[in-house]
């Protein structure tokens, strides 16, 4: 196996271990989003802002682990 071969197989584990992680965060931001709005409804608004600030959190990773997936692939 050639070294480019095996740089190739590399950045494509790390693009699965990313797109991994970035499925995580996704499905932790829907379960804080529900929380802020279950939280909303029942005017816990401390509550809500807390789930508010967890959902922000993980919708910001989202979008930095894509850039970084966007980065690997385009690299390729």
Do not use: K, P
């Not at 409804?41 to 894509?66: F, K």
């Amino acid at each position: 196996m050639s070294s480019r071969e095996a740089t190739t197989h590399d950045r494509e584990q790390a693009v699965a271990r990313i797109r991994a992680l970035r499925a995580e965060h996704a499905r932790a931001a829907q379960v804080f989003a529900n929380r802020a709005q279950e939280a909303r409804a029942a005017a816990r608004y401390s509550a809500t802002a807390r789930w508010t600030n967890e959902y922000r959190r993980s919708t910001a990773s989202c979008r930095l682990l894509g850039e970084m997936i966007r980065g690997e692939v385009e690299a390729a």
